[in-house]
């Protein structure tokens, strides 16, 4: 009876051992595994990059479109921005992906919140009817593009509206129009930091800077009648209210000027692969949102 109970004992006690060894040669690798070494971080960057330069071989014929000649221009690239951001949008309000967008489907992002005393709600409802050019209540890709690039558009009915904007953004007496101290505190200058690159906005004005405010307001003032009135500010409304154009423009020559060899003005392949890096906010901008 004794020898087989010896016999048990001696095979548990194996057994064990070697449960024993297998566990703790297990532990180590599982630390070493969780920590990854030099080498393997190395061969995370080297992935990234391989997976960033593919991405830019990806998009390079979806960029050199205007024209295609294998090269990507100030302009290419900033009609790659400004389209992506329009088409970020209509993934995001066309709920039921018919191409189209309501006002309530914008209506998720507009506060209640008034600005400048007006009803934010009701700015949006107009700044949408003027962008609804068919007016059928609706925003296809083109007019939700108006709608959020409204600056860029040569619609009239939106050019009204951004002159509307500026009134109402000057005008602190709420009288509906501009008169010339509110032309000055605000509109003036404006106007100024657009026409010079350089310009600071003075927290007092010289004789000479009144002057040619007043000689500016009598331009735009056509009627004389010591006001101006939203459809007055039409001749000036780009340098109060710069397109999105112009500053994706302004980030699209400073994006090239950064990244091409031969300072000719464009991209070629080689030149984006070499520079992807630099390049990746302004060709990807999507995916910092």
């Known amino acids: 009876m004794m020898k087989p109970i010896f016999v048990y004992a001696i095979v548990t006690i194996v057994i064990l051992f070697l449960l024993s060894r297998s ?5 180590p690798d599982q630390i070493h595994n969780s920590h990854p070494t030099e080498q393997t971080v190395s061969e995370w960057e080297e992935e990234d990059e391989f997976n960033l330069k593919n991405k830019i071989v990806h998009i390079f014929p979806q960029i050199d479109v205007d024209p295609t000649d294998q090269f990507i221009s100030v302009h290419e690239l900033t009609q790659w921005n400004l389209h992506h951001h329009t088409q970020r949008e209509m993934v995001i309000y066309d709920k039921d992906h018919d191409g189209f967008v309501s006002f309530s489907d914008l209506n998720s992002s507009i506060t209640d919140d008034d600005s400048f005393g007006y009803d934010m709600r009701l700015l949006e409802e107009e700044h949408f009817n003027a962008s609804d050019a068919d007016g059928d209540g609706l925003l296809n890709f083109a007019e939700l593009n108006d709608f959020l690039h409204s600056a860029n558009s040569n619609s009239p009915k939106l050019q009204q509206w951004l002159c509307k904007e500026e009134v109402r953004e000057s005008d602190m007496d709420r009288d509906g129009k501009v008169n010339f101290r509110e032309f000055f505190l605000r509109l003036f200058h404006l106007v100024r930091k657009y026409d010079e690159e350089n310009y600071i906005d003075p927290h007092h004005s010289d004789d000479s800077m009144d002057a040619s405010a007043k000689l500016l307001f009598s331009q735009l003032d ?3 009648d010591g006001f101006l009135s939203d459809t007055e500010l039409l001749p000036v409304i780009g340098k109060l209210h710069p397109s999105e154009h112009y500053y994706a ?4 020559e400073n994006f090239i000027s950064q990244a091409q060899d031969n300072k000719d003005g464009h991209l070629s392949l080689t030149e984006m ?4 890096h630099i390049l990746y906010a302004a060709i990807f901008p999507d995916e910092f949102f």
């Open 23 to 27: 566990s703790n040669k297990t532990e």
């Open 249 to 252: 423009t302004k980030q699209s």
């Open 273 to 276: 692969i070499e520079n992807a």
């Open 222 to 224: 056509k009627d004389c």
